[in-house]
């Protein structure tokens, strides 16, 4: 029997270590590599020392450690990282918690710290899966803080596995009481993350997560090294012909890095496309993005303040929004763009620095020389073509010579290589052109319609220009890779992670997209309320009643529905009553019939205290023997054994007879 006893103390370490290894993950791409590399074997040794009761270290130590980690934080904090460096210290104060002997308050504070944890890192980078950690920490902190109430009045206390479960039932309890402020925190942190962040500040590990205003040889390859999402697009299905999403026009190029020219255009495009109109609704997932895709080409934007920049492309007129976004476009999806003005100054797109790469220049001449336009187009992307070029994203050359290396030498690369290169031996053979950078392909989630475009879809290609059409046309001649075809041929990566995507997507429309106009749209509505309540009252039974109009079907399936469950959770409960209950039920009418009956406020101790010992003694004993057996297990939501139930019911069945017997004696 003993085996299957579980002690509150181990319940209580569990708990909390579940509680720092949920803050870990909530932050894990927040913190500093540094305090993750000493939080984990930290937990580790925790884990060891409370399983194998090894030596911990000296509290004082640990506390001196602690004053260290708080103290080098806030020397090293920097103004555009102070939460990253605030989540680190959180997370080496839990780790040290962790390592000490730990009180009932230890364990406390580990469930505070933990709360925070996960609070700071919403409130900086929101990700659909702090739904789940939302879920199971306030299950945690309920729990916790149980388990630690009862473990400063008892340590000692252990438990059956029917008590452990009981016990947990009763923290449940305490968490739907709780639900309204995690509920509030829940839906509060994500709309905090304006005011923390700053010009130029950026949560997590976004280095490499997506563009700005220049391409450097080796940056998209290393944006597509990340399997994280850069945005979903709710669309109907495009061709994969057509799945480029565009972002940056690149037009300057130093022998190194393309660059877009600084030129603020009109407020709408200066060109025309002349394919299909497709709608998208475009969700952009955190990081450092200013620029805003779409698909190629893009006509107009919505829902959002923009800066269109020209040649295509659109840009966040807030530098300090860093948090996820999401907008409207609608694209002609083509090809070809025609610029309004077909005389536009042609030169900006044939520049190259002086003396760039002689060699890169007489290969480009062999392949070019007596060719008309169309012809050294079509020869230069041959030359760049499998088998002599294959696509990689190892060993990609980096140096200041990096194209001719590629080129000329290596002849492995990423697509940036591939289109840097075709756009500067365009160039070389008087062929105007400039680079395109975004993405290319996406899965497409058929139960939401929508794309899931993740960052190693990031692409560039080349528009040159067409002197027949005028106009620029695409050319990607960048060889196919493998998990870009994937995503072209649209093959969904599971049913059910296409689901778990969808339900991802929708916590994140529901929690992040709730902005400030909707925010400060209620607050207009509440002052029109308190100024003027009867035509608020008047304006709210007008939508009601609109509202029925058009939804009284459903609304009258659902109440049916309601019901229908109350009255069957009704009727289950009265046809599943326990037989403890029943059994108090028996013995309270068993002494009734004695004339002794309990009244609602008494306890059982009470009641029976309330037999006299004298008129009736026999009574009075068995009463107190059913009421301490009873009270035994009842009130400690332990269910009785067969053996304890047949006790009590015979002392029941005594009752009666002695109840029947005081009848016939008074007939």
């Not at 029917?162 to 449940?172: F, M, N, V």
């Not at 890779?481 to 339900?503: C, H, K, W």
């Not at 068993?590 to 026999?618: C, H, M, Q, V, Y």
Request: proline share 5%; charged share 20%; with cysteine.
């Amino acid at each position: 029997m003993s085996s299957a006893l579980i002690s509150l103390k181990k319940l209580l370490i569990a708990n909390s270590l579940l509680c720092a290894l949920l803050s870990f993950a909530a932050c894990r791409n927040i913190v500093s590599p540094a305090a993750a590399a000493i939080f984990l074997p930290a937990l580790a040794a925790s884990v060891f020392i409370d399983a194998f009761g090894w030596k911990r270290p000296p509290r004082y130590l640990l506390n001196l450690v602690s004053v260290i980690a708080v103290g080098s934080a806030m020397a090293l904090v920097r103004i555009d990282s102070v939460i990253e460096t605030f989540l680190s210290a959180v997370l080496l104060l839990t780790a040290v918690k962790m390592l000490e002997d730990k009180r009932a308050r230890d364990h406390v504070q580990i469930v505070i710290l933990s709360v925070i944890t996960i609070v700071s890192a919403a409130a900086l980078t929101f990700r659909p899966e702090f739904v789940m950690y939302y879920i199971v920490m306030s299950v945690l902190i309920a729990q916790g803080l149980l388990l630690s109430t009862l473990f400063s009045k008892a340590p000692e206390m252990v438990f059956n596995r029917k008590e452990a479960l009981c016990l947990c039932r009763r923290a449940l309890a305490i968490w739907l009481m709780m639900l309204p402020v995690c509920a509030a925190l829940f839906f509060a942190a994500p709309r905090a993350r304006a005011a923390l962040t700053m010009p130029g500040y950026g949560a997590g590990d976004t280095t490499a997560s997506g563009f700005v205003d220049r391409v450097t040889h080796g940056l998209i390859g290393r944006i597509q090294e990340s399997n994280e999402i850069a945005f979903r697009a709710e669309t109907p299905r495009v061709a994969a012909n057509d799945l480029y999403w565009r972002g940056l026009t690149l037009s300057v190029f130093d022998g190194n890095e393309w660059r877009a020219r600084q030129i603020r255009g009109p407020r709408h495009v200066d060109y025309a496309a002349s394919g299909n109109h497709v709608r998208q609704e475009i969700f952009l997932e955190q990081g450092q993005f200013r620029v805003l895709f779409a698909l190629d080409k893009p006509l107009t934007l919505d829902k959002i303040d923009f800066i269109y920049a020209s040649d295509g492309v659109f840009l966040r007129s807030n530098r300090r929004m860093t948090r996820q976004l999401s907008y409207g476009a609608v694209s002609a999806v083509s090809a070809v763009m025609r610029p309004n003005d077909a005389a536009f100054d042609k030169e900006p797109y044939l520049s190259l620095p002086p003396g760039f790469s002689p060699p890169l220049r007489d290969l480009t001449d062999g392949l070019t020389q007596g060719l008309d336009e169309r012809s050294k187009i079509s020869a230069i992307q041959g030359y760049l073509s499998p088998p002599a070029f294959s696509y990689s994203l190892d060993n990609l050359p980096v140096s200041d010579n990096a194209l001719e290396e590629f080129v000329l030498d290596i002849k492995k690369g990423n697509c940036e290589y591939f289109a840097s290169a075709m756009a500067v031996m365009c160039r070389m053979a008087g062929i105007p052109s400039r680079l395109v950078a975004g993405y290319r392909g996406g899965y497409y989630n058929v139960s939401g319609e929508y794309y899931i475009v993740r960052q190693k879809n990031a692409h560039a290609w080349v528009e040159l220009w067409d002197s027949a059409e005028k106009a620029w046309r695409r050319r990607d001649p960048t060889p196919p890779d493998e998990s870009v075809e994937i995503s072209l041929r649209q093959r969904e990566t599971g049913r059910f992670a296409m689901y778990l995507d969808l339900l991802s997507l929708r916590v994140s429309q529901l929690i992040v997209e709730y902005g400030g106009d909707e925010q400060m749209e209620l607050i207009e509505r509440f002052k029109g309320f308190l100024l003027n309540p009867g035509a608020s009252f008047q304006s709210a039974a007008g939508n009601m009643k609109d509202t029925l109009r058009r939804r009284a079907l459903p609304i009258f399936a659902v109440m049916i529905v309601l019901i229908a469950v109350l009255l069957a959770m009704r009727a289950g409960r009265f046809s599943k009553r326990s037989p403890e209950a029943a059994l108090l039920r028996d013995f309270l009418s068993a002494t009734s019939r004695r004339g002794f009956t309990k009244r609602p406020d008494e306890g059982l101790e009470e009641f029976a205290n309330t037999i006299p010992e004298t008129d009736a003694r026999e009574l009075r004993e068995l009463a107190w023997r059913f009421v301490v057996a009873f009270e035994q297990d009842y009130y400690r939501d332990r269910p009785m054994t067969a053996a304890k139930l047949s006790e009590l019911k015979e002392i029941v069945q005594q009752i009666k007879r002695a109840s029947k017997n005081s009848s016939n004696d008074l007939l």
